[in-house]
């Protein structure tokens, strides 16, 4: 076992720093806590875990302002694509005009 410092953070801010053992080992951890903590830590963090993956599974995907751009981008008709030739802005603002349409989409693909 060893110990590491690691910061205290609030809002972002760092308030703090505590220092934690590392266990390297079961047997480490068995030999310094008892084992009604060690059920009680492991439990808590194993419900935290679950509820994040579930959590996980009906959350939007997180995807970049490119991606999504692209994918405004394919929501384009030809005939819209073909009203804006020439001019990117004028795309490029018909393409974002696709956005609630994606997220709808991607909101979707997780229910």
């Not at 302002?65 to 405004?72: A, G, Q």
């Not at 020439?86 to 795309?91: E, K, P, R, T």
Request: one cysteine or more; aromatic letters at 6%.
């Amino acid at each position: 076992m060893y110990s590491e410092v690691k910061e205290v953070k609030t809002k972002g801010k760092t308030v703090g720093s505590v220092e934690v053992t590392i266990y390297e080992t079961v047997e480490e951890l068995i030999d310094s806590v008892d084992e009604k903590t060690i059920l009680a830590m492991f439990n808590k963090a194993n419900i935290i875990a679950v509820q994040a993956k579930e959590r996980q599974a009906h959350a939007p995907s997180a995807i970049g302002k490119n991606k999504k751009f692209t994918l405004c981008m394919n929501k384009l008709t030809a005939e819209e694509m073909a009203d804006c030739a020439g001019d990117f802005a004028a795309l490029e603002a018909k393409a974002w005009g696709k956005l609630s349409e994606v997220e709808d989409d991607l909101a979707s693909a997780v229910a």
